[in-house]
């Protein structure tokens, strides 16, 4: 099930830019499928369990990437946590921060669309909300199951990442809990138990690190061709936006 639905303004710009930069270069049934992006070089050692604030372990590393690459800082210490929690939950899977990067860039354009910023927490201010899923303008027809005002209420894309609420049952995670509480499910690709655990789509940390446990589902391998292509196009069913997010991706490992 496709994940995110971009708002149109942004997605229209990314995706036009890619078709321009990228023309010839790849379709839904290319082959044989382009190396995938690097993963942006080797990541800090840092402890997931029992330390507070983990995500400032990461803030030097983070630094030197948000001045050479004009990335907000707080955005990439969630796309680099994500990636090393991913990298103990699921070795096999080689996410790469730099495709995570790739995806919020297309997406949201790293939690700053229509003038949102990142607190210090990774709470996303003003929400970043995409259009109503109810069949128009090409979109898919979701209804949101979550809605508490009955039935016949439309999904929106929720957060930096643009998760659909069903997805976000599924894969939502809070990025703060210790490692302990919630290794059984990034281990497992199951949903984590307990509300406190399942996070916020509005929050970068938890977006990011749900859309890691999306994109290695199933046994992903992203340090391949053909994984990697089948892991964006879970996320977007678009060659258009495969190749946005591969020139984004790229861009980052440069």
Partial sequence: M???RPSPALRTLLVAAAAVALAGCGSLDQTPDPAPPGAGGPMPAIRLEAVEHRLDQLHDWARVRSDKYGIPLRALQSYGYAAVVMAKAQPGCHLGWTTLAGIARVESNHARFGGAVIAADGSVRPVIRG???????????IVDPTARSGGGVYARAMGPFQFIPDTWQRWGVHADADYRLISSALESGKPVSGASLSGSPDNIDDAALAAGRYLCAGGRDLAT???WRQAILSYNHSGAYVDSVRAAATGYDA
Avoid at 131 to 141: P, R, S
């Fill in 2 to 4: 496709t994940i995110s």
């Fill in 225 to 227: 061709a053909r994984d």
């Fill in 131 to 141: 259009v109503a899923l109810d069949g128009t303008a090409g979109n898919a027809v």
